[in-house]
């Protein structure tokens, strides 16, 4: 049942997604033309830019690791496979993100900072997202069966999503030399760049947003043929070994 169940929902037309794509490229290219036209800062010139891509990409590893954390809750209430494709899918977005983020913020860091990289609580919490979901996706590629691999991932997705609010309150708790959040979300909010640089980012905003979106249905389709692949090798197997027994019998 459930693989006649995904090789329909995989056959089925799909509009949406050619229509993410396309958006996203649009945005992403508005973007960039507003953010090269943007005027340079006084005092980081020109590679204030990097901004306009580091910061989306903070934020869209944000989205992937709270959509990972939500399809694992909704499929530990529902059952449905689907969801838990796009737990994974998610989390592997959110590791991607994570290591654009961290390339970007390694070329703003070194003119700025003299170094690529310091061991400060923003970037010291932002690499241990990478071991905690680099986790993830190895005990995913551990566990065989395809139930209680689904039912573990979801457990380690929603604990995951705690690395959020750590992640995003690291320049508040402790002190370090990372700048505060760039959109203040608590005490009102607040945007802390320039508003010449607003318009720039908000848009790059929303275009990484979409690509998320266009992404993550793109992955999870992806998903749904290995599912259906590994469920025939599965009967495959299962096939071989039952006229075996019955051959020796």
Wanted: charged content about 15%; some cysteine.
């Amino acid at each position: 049942m459930t693989l006649l169940k995904t090789s329909s929902e995989s056959a089925r037309p799909d509009r949406l997604t050619p229509a993410l794509g396309l958006a996203t490229l649009v945005l992403m290219l508005a973007g960039l033309y507003i953010g090269l036209s943007a005027p340079p800062d006084v005092n980081q010139g020109t590679l204030v830019r990097l901004l306009f891509i580091h910061v989306p990409a903070a934020w869209l590893s944000y989205l992937a690791y709270g959509g990972t954390g939500l399809c694992g809750l909704l499929y530990l209430v529902t059952r449905q496979r689907r969801f838990d494709r796009l737990s994974m899918s998610s989390a592997e977005m959110g590791l991607m993100f994570t290591v654009a983020t961290i390339i970007v913020g390694m070329l703003w860091a070194k003119p700025t900072w003299g170094a690529y990289w310091v061991w400060e609580p923003r970037l010291t919490t932002t690499a241990l997202s990478l071991v905690v979901y680099g986790g993830y996706l190895l005990v995913r590629g551990l566990i065989e069966e395809p139930e209680r691999r689904a039912r573990v991932s979801a457990v380690i997705g929603i604990v995951g999503t705690l690395y959020i609010p750590i992640n995003y309150m690291a320049v508040e708790w402790w002190r370090g030399i990372h700048q505060t959040q760039t959109l203040k979300l608590l005490g009102g909010i607040g945007f802390a760049a320039s508003p010449s640089y607003g318009v720039a980012l908000l848009v790059m905003t929303l275009a990484f947003t979409v690509l998320y979106f266009y992404l993550l249905r793109l992955r999870g389709k992806i998903a749904a043929l290995q599912e259906v692949r590994e469920e025939l090798e599965f009967e495959s197997v299962s096939g071989e070994a039952s006229v075996g027994t019955v051959a020796r019998g």
